[in-house]
């Protein structure tokens, strides 16, 4: 039987516009991974399980594994690769400093859900909201409290950055209570080595 036959599609990955020819059993982590060499973004179970494929179509955290390239038509496709542009992204250094990532295998699908959920809320995440956005996201290795640690530290930063939530309005919706604060001695403290 010949191979199938190649659909072209039309799609921006990372800020980039390109035509792309697809066979259309392809699946957007072969091709990211393998025609685009964007290797960031990881094969894991190819069963849409692990999450550590996750990329973010037009804003949107997607398991790249499960998804068709030819569905990306039209479409606006993010991967990790693209989430610090210029220097590391507050989620990277966040993750750094809560030691969060061992083996690093599930970090780039961690870190593409974790920037749409703080995207998404404008404000500071809870811990809870952080392990809810997770839940499709396994981590082996470090069993998760540092990652949440990492997630809501991270929004902090982020949101104060972007003076996100500053009226009182927004500061109401979220309670000081939920938001976790970094322990004593939990995380290296600044220039430490």
């Known amino acids: 039987m010949p191979p199938p036959k190649s659909v072209l599609v039309n799609t921006t990955i990372n800020g980039r516009a390109m035509s792309l020819a697809v066979p259309p059993n392809r699946t957007l982590l072969e091709v990211l991974r393998y025609d685009l060499d964007l290797i960031g973004t990881k094969q894991g179970c190819d069963k849409g399980d692990?999450?550590?494929?996750?990329?973010?179509i037009d804003g949107v955290p997607m398991l790249s594994c499960l998804?068709?390239?030819?569905?990306?038509?039209?479409r606006r496709v993010d991967t990790v690769e693209n989430l610090s542009k210029v220097g590391s992204h507050?989620?990277?250094?966040a993750m750094d400093r809560w030691n969060a990532a061992q083996c690093g295998f599930c970090t780039p699908g961690i870190l593409m859900v974790a920037e749409n959920l703080i995207a998404e809320k404008n404000r500071p995440v809870t811990r809870?909201?952080?392990?809810?956005?997770?839940?499709?996201?396994?981590?082996?290795?470090?069993?998760?409290?540092?990652?949440?640690?990492?997630?809501?530290?991270?929004?902090?930063v982020m949101t104060e950055s972007e003076e996100v939530g500053t009226t009182d309005a927004a500061a109401e919706t979220t309670d000081a209570s939920e938001v976790m604060t970094r322990p004593e001695g939990d995380a290296p403290t600044e220039g430490a080595e």
Do not use: F, M, W
Request: charged share 25%; glycine share 8%.
């Open 50 to 56: 692990c999450g550590a494929c996750s990329v973010q």
């Open 128 to 156: 809870e909201e952080a392990a809810e956005a997770l839940a499709g996201n396994l981590c082996r290795c470090t069993g998760y409290t540092k990652i949440l640690d990492a997630v809501v530290d991270a929004s902090v």
């Open 90 to 93: 507050p989620l990277e250094d």
């Open 67 to 74: 998804t068709l390239a030819t569905k990306i038509e039209g």
